[in-house]
């Protein structure tokens, strides 16, 4: 209730109240003052305080890492330090042979290597007999000689794929795996020199190599049509997320990272960009047919559909090509799925000039003047075939559709893509 002003017994308690108000205000600016004054690390809850902030950690934890280094060299030394130690599967011989993919069971004695390694050739193996680690290949194990020493011999490895459950209706114990034709095989750790599994049955000599469908169902992708070269699909999601994630990453930078992880392990060879090119865009192209067939549309907006409220279209004239680069005349794997076909674009420009005769200078919209929507524009140079690309994207950032413009921003272009029908009914 607010006391009545010409009652002066009731000022006497507010004064009070108020007086009483502004002592523990100065109470409280005291202390705060105070606490900035005070040395924040001299207590353990200043320390917490300020370790809360960004630098403070930032310093804390730069102290941690300069504290721990000399214990982390040390043990990154000690690491590579090779103990005679027995296989980790017999428990009786020497450990010849590191595999950290077989972890915890890692140490392996040539024997053991040789039973366990032929299932699994993919694996990334050191050898210890040296005194160090050293990278081996799949395609070597470490073998005693008659004086005892250590030697390293090849042997056949044969790429990991899936072999039918009943090749004839004979004994199991007639059946044969031996290693067929060459194969190369390059997945995330680079390139492996394997063979093609030939199986065959001694008894009836029924034979079984996988071909091109099997290899696809064990998730490899022929780099040419005979495939004499496979790369696993794992290789090409790993490539197309890089790409999405740094478009400016090139394949010749990803295909050098594949090489340096196949010298890294020990292994041997090139990998032709040209060739992973090839494959990875027909790999891209099968998937899209896939996925039209099962209706997966990737330019529409689940949040858009039904009322789409505005469109964005706008031109980017640094996507330009070079005429030279043109290449052959071939069409392109996913030609008019979301660049519009060039030969509809021109028709419908053409169109347009045949109705309208075309003002030169900028596009007017009521007083404003915009350079991008004139109604004419030159091409800016002989030497470019495609000018830049025009796309319409809706405001939660999804592409609709694209052209490719073949000179200067145009109205025509945003018009073909509105009346198009591909948005905008
Ligand atoms: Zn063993
Ligand atoms: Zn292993
Ligand atoms: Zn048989
Ligand atoms: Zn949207």
Not at 72 to 93: G, P
Not at 132 to 152: M, N, W
Not at 191 to 200: E, I, N
Request: proline share 4%; hydrophobic share 35%.
């Amino acid at each position: 209730m607010v006391p009545c002003p010409d009652d002066a017994s009731n000022y006497a308690p507010l004064q009070v109240q108020l007086q009483e108000t502004h002592k523990a205000l100065d109470t409280q600016l005291q202390l705060l003052q105070e606490s900035l004054e005070d040395d924040p690390l001299a207590c353990s809850e200043g320390r917490e305080m300020l370790t809360r902030t960004w630098d403070m950690r930032q310093t804390h934890s730069e102290e941690k890492w300069e504290n721990a280094r000399p214990n982390l060299l040390e043990s990154m030394l000690s690491a590579e330090w090779t103990l005679d130690q027995s296989c980790d599967h017999c428990h009786t011989k020497r450990a010849v042979i590191r595999c950290r993919d077989c972890l915890p069971k890692h140490l392996f004695c040539s024997d053991c290597d040789l039973a366990v390694h032929r299932n699994y050739v993919l694996h990334i193996r050191d050898s210890v007999v040296e005194g160090f680690y050293k990278a081996l290949p799949p395609t070597c194990r470490i073998v005693q000689d008659g004086s005892g020493a250590h030697e390293i011999s090849e042997k056949a490895c044969l790429l990991p794929i899936a072999s039918p459950h009943n090749l004839c209706n004979c004994d199991t114990q007639d059946i044969a795996i031996n290693a067929g034709r060459a194969i190369i095989l390059v997945e995330i750790n680079g390139r492996y020199d394997l063979s093609l599994p030939l199986v065959t049955c001694k008894s009836c000599l029924k034979t079984w190599t996988p071909g091109l469908k099997d290899l696809q169902s064990n998730g490899y992708w022929p780099g040419n049509v005979d495939f004499q070269t496979v790369y696993s699909t794992d290789v090409f999601h790993t490539f197309e997320e890089f790409k999405v994630s740094a478009p400016g990453l090139s394949r010749q930078a990803f295909v050098k990272m594949l090489v340096d992880r196949t010298s890294n392990f020990g292994r041997a060879g090139r990998i032709s960009g040209d060739s992973f090119q090839r494959s990875f865009l027909e790999w891209t192209y099968c998937r899209h047919e896939k996925e039209k067939l099962l209706a997966v549309d990737h330019f529409s907006c689940p949040a858009c559909m039904e009322d789409i409220a505005a469109i964005s279209v706008d031109g980017n004239r640094k996507m330009y090509r070079f005429n030279r680069t043109k290449g052959a005349d071939e069409s392109g794997y996913f030609d008019g799925a979301f660049f519009s076909k060039d030969k509809e674009v021109a028709e419908f420009v053409e169109g347009i000039r045949s109705r309208i005769r075309p003002e030169s200078g900028r596009g007017v919209c009521g007083k404003s003047q915009w350079k991008a929507a004139r109604e004419t524009a030159k091409k800016s140079g002989s030497k470019v075939d495609e000018e830049g690309v025009e796309d319409a994207v809706c405001r939660h950032g999804i592409l609709f559709k694209a052209l490719n413009m073949f000179r200067g921003e145009i109205y025509a272009y945003p018009l073909f893509l509105k009346k198009g029908g591909f948005f905008w009914p």
